[in-house]
Nanobody, 119 residues
Framework: QVQLVESGGGLVQAGGSLRLSCAAS????????MGWFRQAPGKERTLVAQ????????DYADSVKGRFTISRDNVLKRVYLQMSSLKPEDTAVFYC????????????WGQGTQVTVSS
């Protein structure tokens, strides 16, 4: 059974930092592109950052470039999202996702972790 379990969310003041972690189990982690998505109330879920299977390639939404960093550890089967200079508009539920490169959509999703940035 595949599981993606996010942790590290919470309440932080604007300008602060948080580090999200996603622990994967039940899949060959190194075969999957990993991504972080977020969904704010009343809005669609959008891609924040993704990282290639080996970790050599990363992509970011324009809104988080220079502030967020995605990384992964294929031995520990974890993917991380380091978030800095947080803004109130970053408030959302953040989801971890795993996707095979040959697929158009994510194969697996975590349950989400809430990030709230106060002004």
């Amino acid at each position: 059974q595949v599981q993606l379990v996010e942790s590290g969310g919470g309440l932080v003041q604007a300008g602060g930092s948080l580090r999200l972690s996603c622990a994967a189990s039940g899949l060959t982690f190194s075969r999957y592109v990993m991504g972080w998505f977020r969904q704010a109330p009343g809005k669609e879920r959008t891609l924040v950052a993704q990282i290639s299977e080996s970790g050599s390639k990363t992509d970011y939404a324009d809104s988080v470039k220079g502030r967020f960093t995605i990384s992964r550890d294929n031995v520990l089967k974890r993917v991380y999202l380091q978030m800095s200079s947080l803004k109130p508009e970053d408030t959302a539920v953040f989801y971890c996702a795993a996707q095979l490169a040959t697929r158009a959509v994510a194969d697996y999703w975590g349950q989400g972790t809430q990030v709230t940035v106060s002004s």
